[in-house]
C-alpha cells in the first residue's frame, strides 16, 4: 500500500484494516486499537516508505531498487512496529524492556524476511504485468478499472486458500506465551466474527473461508473509499488552481 499509494493514504488504508480487525473479527482489541494503528498504520508506514525511498535513490533508478527497496521496506515496517509494541509493553508493566524487546523484536526479524518475500513476490508480479504502477522516482497513485479488479480478485483467492494457512500463533502470541503475560489478555466486550468465523456454519473450514470473503470486501470497499476522496479531493485542488 505505501509503494503504490503512498505514506498519507496508505496510512488511512492501514487504519481502516487495523479498525477492521478489532471491530468485526476481535483480532487486536479495542483497548490497543490505538496502539496497534500508532505503530503499523503511522510508525511503520512512515519508515517502510523513508526505507523504500531511500533504496530508489542509492539504485539510481535500476529495476533492482524496487525489489530491494520492497523488502528491505517489509522488513523494517515488521521490525519497527514490534519494538514499538514491547516499548509499550514494557511502559504498561505487562512486561519488562528486558524481556519484551529481544523477545518481539527477534521473532519479528523472522517474521519480516517472509513479509518481504511476500512483497517482492507482489511487486515482480506488478512489475511484469503494470510496470507504471512502480515509477521510481515517486508513489505512484493506482488508476484503471482493470489493477482494481485483479487486485480484488487476487485477495479473494487468498481468502479461500486462508483455511490451509499457518495455524501458529502471531509472534505477540508467541511471545506472550513463552514469557507468561498472556493471562493479561482481556475478553471482547462483543462479538462478531470472531476467530475469522462466520457463527452458525458449522464447516469450520468453510466458516473461515466465508469470514475471510466477506473481511475482504469490507477491507477492499474501504480501501476504494480512500481512492475516491483522494481523487475527489486532487479534483477539488485542481479546479480551484484553474
Known amino acids: 500500500a505505501t509503494i503504490l499509494l503512498g505514506p498519507w493514504a496508505a496510512m488511512l488504508v492501514l487504519t481502516c484494516v487495523i479498525s477492521i480487525q478489532a471491530l468485526i473479527f476481535q483480532d487486536g482489541g479495542l483497548l490497543v486499537m490505538g496502539a496497534n494503528i500508532l505503530n503499523m498504520g503511522v510508525v511503520g508506514v512512515a519508515v517502510s516508505y523513508m526505507v523504500y525511498k531511500s533504496t530508489l535513490r542509492l539504485a539510481k533508478g535500476h529495476s533492482w531498487g524496487i525489489f530491494a527497496g520492497g523488502l528491505a521496506a517489509a522488513w523494517f515496517s515488521v521490525e519497527v512496529s514490534a519494538l ?16 519484551a524487546i529481544p523477545a518481539m523484536g527477534g521473532i519479528h526479524a523472522l517474521i519480516g524476511i517472509g513479509e518481504g518475500l511476500i512483497t517482492v513476490g507482489a511487486l515482480a508480479f506488478l512489475h511484469s504485468s503494470r510496470s507504471g504502477l512502480l515509477k521510481t522516482n515517486h508513489a505512484t497513485p ?59 456454519v458449522k464447516d469450520k473450514t468453510l466458516a473461515t473461508i466465508l469470514a475471510a470473503i466477506f473481511g475482504t470486501l469490507v477491507v477492499f470497499i474501504a480501501v476504494l473509499g480512500v481512492a475516491y476522496s483522494r481523487h475527489h479531493q486532487k479534483n477539488s485542488e485542481k479546479d480551484q488552481q484553474d
Not at 84 to 99: F, K, R, V
Not at 142 to 149: I, P, T
Open 84 to 99: 514499538g509494541t514491547a516499548l509499550e509493553l514494557a511502559l504498561s508493566g505487562t512486561s519488562p524492556a528486558n524481556i
Open 142 to 200: 493506482v488508476r484503471g478499472n482493470l489493477v482494481w479488479v485483479i487486485g480484488l480478485i487476487i485477495a479473494l483467492l487468498l481468502a479461500i486458500a486462508s483455511p490451509w494457512a499457518s495455524g501458529h500463533p502471531d509472534g505477540l502470541m508467541s511471545v506472550a506465551r513463552q514469557y507468561g503475560f498472556l493471562s493479561s489478555e482481556q475478553n471482547p466486550i462483543f462479538t462478531l466474527l470472531p476467530h475469522y468465523l462466520i457463527p452458525g
